[in-house]
């Protein structure tokens, strides 16, 4: 089993970056595919970023690529998401998920472990 807790949130202005920070707990981290979601009101779960086991393999939602950079650290059982050029639209509150699934997948429901969300607000 796998806790995760997120942190880094915070209000920042358009343009301005932020860095997110998911620590797990347990020895198993890296046997899990990271994600992070993001949920803003009035929609639907998304995912915004995918990392791999080893970290060798990213995927990123088409609204973050080139703005976005997900990465983990399995020595200190942390997954990471800098983000930089920050919009409005990327107001929301943002999760870390794990994953058994052994390809990437985007569907919320295969996704093991859940952090509890920490807010994001990009003000203008």
């Known amino acids: 089993q796998v806790q995760l807790v997120e942190s880094g949130g915070g209000l920042v202005q358009a343009g301005g970056s932020l860095r997110l920070s998911c620590a797990a707990s347990?020895?198993?981290?890296?046997?899990?595919?990271m994600g992070w979601f993001r949920q803003a009101p009035g929609k639907e779960r998304e995912l915004v970023a995918h990392?791999?086991?080893?970290?060798?393999?990213?995927y990123y939602a088409d609204s973050v690529k080139g703005r976005f950079t997900i990465s983990r650290d399995n020595a200190k059982n942390t997954v990471y998401l800098q983000m930089n050029s920050l919009k409005l639209e990327d107001t929301a509150v943002y999760y870390c998920a794990a994953t058994t699934k052994v390809v990437l997948t985007s569907n919320r429901n295969e996704y093991d472990y859940w952090g509890q969300g920490t807010q994001v607000t990009v003000s203008s």
């Open positions: 347990g020895r198993t981290f890296g046997s899990y595919r």
């Open positions: 990392i791999n086991r080893s970290g060798g393999f990213t």
